[in-house]
């Protein structure tokens, strides 16, 4: 539990970065100054250890974690979109999301700042999440990333795939498919349907 020193010192770091205006080429925060270009980001994304792609020549979206110590960015390229974690002070890339044929936008950080969400949107119609942990980040998206998925997941038609992040509860993601609610657990990986 961070002390209330600690707590302003975020609200702070917060509000100094915030709001982030995103460009094409750079991200700046709210004094101006350049978070991160796009030459900071690499060409391609490593998907897994044999498989990587071009979708990094512009960006699209970006928000802060609420440490302020965090980039969540999503940058596209010719026909695929790449989720980045990118570390402020050091303006490090990691790899984190990506989407073939689609488009990816960022959901909700967890409060203690060390997840975050993404919401992959696919050629299909369908929506999927995937869980990054920024303690655990790898040099792939599969080894940096968690899916999201309902028990019932691989029955559904593409079409009936529409997750929506709802709320982090006690280091839990909160989501709905199909008009139900589940709990994503990121630390067991085990999702349970939500009493709530």
Do not use: C
Request: proline content about 6%.
């Amino acid at each position: 539990m961070p002390t209330a020193i600690e707590a302003s010192d975020t609200a702070q770091s917060e509000a100094a970065l915030a709001p982030l205006d995103v460009g094409d080429e750079r991200i700046r925060a709210a004094d101006g100054s350049v978070l991160v270009g796009i030459a900071d980001v690499p060409d391609t994304i490593r998907v897994d250890q044999q498989t990587e792609f071009g979708a990094a020549d512009r960006f699209q979206e970006a928000s802060i974690s609420p440490d302020g110590d965090w980039l969540t960015v999503v940058t596209t390229g010719a026909a695929h979109s790449a989720g980045w974690l990118v570390r402020v002070e050091a303006r490090q890339s990691r790899p984190a999301a990506f989407q073939y044929g689609g488009n990816i936008a960022i959901g909700p950080w967890s409060d203690d700042a060390r997840r975050v969400v993404f919401v992959q949107e696919g050629p299909a119609g369908d929506r999927t999440l995937t869980v990054v942990d920024a303690e655990r980040l790898g040099e792939t998206v599969e080894a940096s990333s968690m899916p999201v998925r309902s028990p019932e997941h691989e029955e559904r038609a593409p079409e009936e795939r529409i997750y929506e992040a709802l709320a982090w509860r006690n280091g839990e993601l909160l989501f709905r498919v199909g008009g139900e609610r589940w709990v994503f657990d990121p630390d067991s990986g085990e999702v349970r349907p939500s009493k709530q």
